[in-house]
């Protein structure tokens, strides 16, 4: 494994989907937080949903951008940014502004060095990845802005809360780092379902 693997493997589906799932839980024990986590849903949604429409489309019917070389938003690229920032940000609740902007940069270089790691993998061209860093960089700043409130950062702050939050991260890391989930062959049987075509639409021009 070389060292931009071992970073891309922090974008991995594989990974990021319990991550989120386990953030959603957390946000809503012991004290439920309902309002946290139906904002966390809701931004898991938009950018998962986001980067499997614009695969969907291109995979199903060539739909994209013209003259881009382009088969859809870097989905590692968008879970991450959307993810470490998130993570940092919820666990850094009761310190001060400047250790919770610190820590928010620090799960924001995460997710920026698994962009980086795409391209230099060549498993996305610069359009997909600027995307896909574009959709997660938006919808993170939503949530984030509306968790940093005052009255939430007083609720969420909970010791027992974060330390949850924390072991549990570590163990899903511990667990789930390093394997790969199945989500382009899942997509183009999707795709392939929806367009009733024989073949899915690939990339036109090659990454070099």
């Not at 929806?194 to 021009?205: A, E, I, K, M, Y």
Request: with cysteine; glycine share 12%.
């Amino acid at each position: 494994m070389t060292i931009w693997t071992a970073i891309t493997s922090f974008g991995d589906s594989a990974l990021l989907l319990p991550l989120i799932a386990w953030i959603a839980i957390c946000l809503l024990l012991p004290t439920p937080g309902w309002r946290d986590a139906r904002r966390w849903a809701i931004a898991a949604a938009i950018c998962g949903g986001g980067v499997m429409l614009s695969k969907l489309l291109f995979m199903a019917w060539g739909i994209g951008p013209p003259g881009l070389n382009y088969t859809g938003f870097s989905g590692h690229t968008a879970l991450a940014i959307l993810v470490w920032p998130t993570l940092a940000g919820v666990l850094s609740l009761g310190g001060t502004r400047r250790q919770r902007l610190s820590m928010i940069a620090l799960g924001a270089c995460v997710g920026a060095a698994v962009a980086v790691s795409r391209l230099v993998l060549k498993v996305h061209s610069p359009s997909e990845v600027w995307l896909g860093a574009i959709l997660g960089a938006a919808v993170v700043t939503w949530f984030l802005r509306g968790l940093m409130r005052g009255e939430v950062n007083a609720r969420s702050a909970d010791p027992w809360r974060l330390a949850l939050l924390g072991g549990g991260a570590v163990a899903i890391g511990l667990v789930c780092y390093g394997r790969v989930f199945p989500s382009q062959h899942v997509l183009q049987d999707i795709a392939l379902w929806l367009s009733g075509h024989p073949n899915v639409f690939t990339r036109r021009v090659g990454l070099g």
